[in-house]
């Protein structure tokens, strides 16, 4: 009785984390010169699954909305709109990019950084960067072309590539293995609809979001009692 009940709290506990995957992110904003809006693409940048552990498959999510509403009235050095929240952002409306029909996305380059701690950098070749290691997308896809889809419609705007965290994992597929416990970022380089963007995430304290929401750093596996 006392395994079956451990092991439906291991369960429920797994399904409230997966739950919550999507809100432990960084959401950041995107100008965009061409609409004259200081947040016209919205992004939410983090593992694929959270909590992040070491020897561990895991990947880079890349979602993406835009604005179709009126640019933002947001003041964005202490806030960002909520990624999940369509109806209440200083006048913006977002939703999804959709590349099955008028958006595009291309020439998306991800470098996963392995760092000495949680802080943020600007470049691969910051003193606090352990390595700097390109991904390709998972099955072989080409990077110069179109985001990669998911078969599932509703997640056209999600980019994802796979990896093997921590000291141990193979090397899978096209993916480099990325190793070590602890800090981790993303550099992320992608044209979305003609206009370039080069940024920046790292997990934790890193993060360069104004209400300090971030995706979770590398942590050791843990030994279920």
């Given at each position: 009785m006392?395994n079956?009940?451990?092991t439906?709290?291991?369960?429920l506990?797994?399904?409230l984390?997966?739950s919550?995957?999507v809100?432990?992110?960084e959401a950041?904003?995107?100008?965009?010169?061409?609409?004259?809006d200081?947040c016209?693409y919205l992004v939410l940048v983090?593992f694929?699954?959270?909590?992040a552990?070491?020897?561990?498959m895991?990947g880079?999510?890349?979602?993406?909305?835009?604005n179709?509403?009126t640019?933002t009235?947001?003041d964005?050095?202490?806030?960002?709109?909520?990624?999940?929240?369509?109806?209440?952002n200083?006048g913006?409306?977002?939703?999804p990019?959709?590349?099955m029909k008028?958006?595009t996305?291309?020439n998306v380059?991800?470098h996963?950084?392995?760092?000495?701690?949680?802080?943020?950098?600007t470049?691969?070749s910051?003193?606090?960067v352990?390595?700097a290691?390109m991904?390709?997308?998972?099955?072989?896809?080409?990077?110069m072309?179109?985001l990669?889809?998911?078969?599932?419609?509703?997640f056209?705007?999600?980019y994802t590539?796979?990896?093997m965290?921590?000291p141990?994992?193979p090397k899978?597929?096209?993916?480099?293995?990325?190793q070590?416990?602890?800090?981790y970022?993303?550099?992320?380089m992608a044209?979305?609809n003609?206009?370039m963007?080069?940024?920046?995430?790292?997990?934790?304290?890193?993060?360069?979001?104004p209400?300090?929401?971030?995706?979770s750093c590398?942590?050791s596996p843990?030994?279920?009692k």
């Open positions: 006392k079956s009940m451990r439906a709290l291991f369960l506990t797994a399904g984390l997966g919550a995957n809100q432990a992110h950041r904003c995107l100008k965009s010169t061409v609409h004259n200081p016209y983090g694929t699954h959270e909590p552990m070491a020897n561990e895991n880079v999510d890349l979602w993406i909305k835009k179709v509403g640019p009235t947001l964005l050095t202490k806030t960002v709109p909520d990624f999940d929240d369509d109806t209440n200083g913006a409306r977002y939703v990019v959709d590349v008028e958006d996305i291309m380059m991800v996963v950084l392995r760092l000495k701690k949680q802080i943020h950098v470049s691969d910051d003193k606090n352990i390595s290691t991904l390709t997308p998972y099955l072989g896809y080409d990077m072309g179109p990669v889809q998911s078969m599932d419609p509703m056209n705007y999600k590539a796979r990896f965290t921590g141990t994992g899978t597929g096209a993916s480099s293995n990325v070590g416990v602890g800090a970022g993303f550099h992320i044209m979305i003609d206009e963007y080069d940024e920046f995430f790292v997990c934790g304290a890193g993060t360069t979001n209400t300090g929401d971030a995706f590398v942590g843990q030994k279920i």
